[in-house]
């Protein structure tokens, strides 16, 4: 059985979207390959066990019968009953779910067949390219053409990316792997030998020691990865300092990395050994060159993003999409207050905000972060979070104060951030650098009908499906030059605890990445 997967967000309101697919007879008009198609016997496009008998550009018959459709979940299934090739026991499923962000659009169209074992790669590249990404792109044009009709819109680029459109991708089928392309694989059973940073017990970065571990091979769900890069955050910190209890000594921290595949267990079907991937997840364990792990929330990189870049960005950038989009939908012309801007979700939350079209006011702790965030889009930077930022948060909105605060200081700024929200303004407290906010009364909110939210990261990534749709998103911000990932800072594994404490002292400007 070959399966084929791919997914794609288009610049169009989901249910737009979702009134042409569910249309089963609709692909005539948007599909580059079609030619005729009609519903026969009569039925309605819409009705489970509708047949669409159609012809392609190339003269190639074909007919397909609708299995599902369910309008809550966006959601249906067909199957092929006539081909001119083989695609034996074909069951396609196209779901859509909504991205937030303009309003836009995330589609996964996937199918399992039974291809001759001698066509399966040739098969399932048709079906990926010719079929899926051709469909969902022609799907995208056709509505974008019609723009000004109700429902319709896009989102324009900033006026300064005049970057030339990139290419797509030349990306292999999912489940298929051409010869040669990828590294011998270990013997069934066999265990490999790396390197990891190991934690002796909670305490400061001297408990952090380089060890030789032994990694064993993926079992059922799992997938074994080479790991070249190792992103640091700073929940690595309050993991080594107990203060979230993620990691039990001893133990293996960090949430993020990227490499390539080197094996896959059984019933992984969406990764492939050779392929070069990325997670941003927990558990912990990530801070190793070989690791084995659950392979539901690895994804893999595009073509176009480096290996040190995903490993940089991955779990920052899904933080600024959710933060932005999922925990508060930030709006043009918000005005948009961002702490730590120069820091690694900072710098990316200014950016993608001010790419929506918020007025962004940054905070920093000195001139040098002051210039990063004015380089990343802030409107305003503030060097200090105490009243002084309030004062000019009250300036600059004409006494108003702002929409939204993203908050990941926590202690040092939590007054000053209530203090600078404007009536019905909501604080996102999403970090405590300078400490745990303590207790707190909730009654002198009422004042501006205030709202306070403390985001967990993983509730957000909860399942493939979910982590999907947000890397997508990331990915698409990034190829449209809403974000970039700047080069980060790149330092030997075993400099691991420097990393720390430089982090954990407010030494560092964006992200640092670990080599292994």
């Known amino acids: 059985m070959t399966r084929v997967r791919e997914s794609a967000i288009l610049d169009v309101p989901i249910d737009e979207v979702w009134r042409w697919v569910r249309d089963f007879n609709s692909h005539v008009h948007w599909h580059p390959a079609i030619a005729r198609s009609e519903i026969e016997a009569g039925m309605p496009p819409d009705a489970v066990g509708a047949v669409r008998a159609f012809t392609l ?291 990316l939350l200014t950016q993608w905000a001010s790419a929506l079209g918020a007025n962004v006011i940054a905070t920093v702790s000195d001139e040098r972060k002051a210039r990063v965030a004015e380089a990343n889009g802030a409107h305003t930077v503030v060097i200090g979070r105490g009243q002084d930022f309030v004062d000019t948060v009250r300036q600059r909105t004409g006494g108003r104060g702002a929409d939204v605060v993203y908050d990941a200081i926590g202690r040092d700024s939590f007054d000053a951030s209530f203090a600078a929200l404007a009536l019905r303004g909501h604080l996102v407290s999403f970090g405590q650098a300078s400490g745990d906010i303590g207790a707190r009364e909730i009654g002198p909110m009422s004042s501006k009908s205030l709202t306070l939210s403390r985001p967990n990261y993983g509730h957000y990534i909860l399942d493939r499906e979910m982590m999907t749709m947000q890397a997508e998103r990331l990915f698409d911000a990034l190829d449209r030059g809403f974000v970039t990932i700047p080069e980060p800072r790149l330092e030997p594994l075993d400099a691991v605890a420097q990393v720390h404490a430089d982090l954990e002292a407010g030494r560092t400007i964006g992200a640092i990445v670990l080599e292994t």
């Open 57 to 347: 550009q190339d003269g190639g018959f074909l007919r397909e019968q609708l299995l599902t459709l369910d309008d809550d979940a966006r959601e249906l299934s067909y199957c092929l009953l006539e081909a001119p090739i083989p695609l034996d026991d074909y069951v396609a499923t196209i779901r859509l779910l909504p991205v937030t962000d303009a309003d836009a659009t995330f589609w996964q169209w996937e199918s399992e067949f039974n291809p001759p074992p001698d066509r399966a790669r040739e098969l399932a590249s048709l079906v990926a390219d010719d079929i899926y990404r051709a469909g969902m792109r022609g799907l995208e044009r056709h509505l974008q053409s019609r723009a000004g009709a109700p429902g319709v819109h896009r989102v324009a680029r900033p006026a300064e990316d005049t970057r030339p459109e990139r290419p797509a991708p030349v990306e292999r089928p999912r489940d298929v792997e051409p010869a040669g392309l990828h590294p011998p694989r270990a013997a069934s059973g066999s265990h490999l030998t790396g390197q990891a940073v190991v934690m002796a017990r909670h305490g400061g970065p001297e408990v952090l020691r380089l060890e030789e571990v032994d990694v064993p091979p993926p079992g059922p769900g799992e997938v074994r990865l080479r790991q070249s890069h190792v992103g640091v955050n700073f929940i690595d910190v309050y993991c080594r300092t107990g203060y979230f209890d993620l990691v039990t000594p001893p133990g293996v921290p960090g949430m993020e990395a990227a490499g390539v595949v080197e094996s896959v267990g059984p019933g992984v079907t969406h990764l492939a050994a050779g392929d070069r991937v990325a997670y941003a997840c927990p558990p912990t364990g990530a801070y190793a060159s070989v690791r084995t792990m659950g392979a539901d929330l690895v994804v893999r990189i595009p073509d176009w993003l480096g290996t040190p870049q995903a490993a940089a960005g991955l779990m920052k950038g899904v933080t600024a999409g959710f933060l932005l989009h999922d925990v508060h939908r930030v709006q043009r012309d918000d005005c948009v207050v961002v702490h730590a801007a120069a820091g690694g979700v900072g710098s």
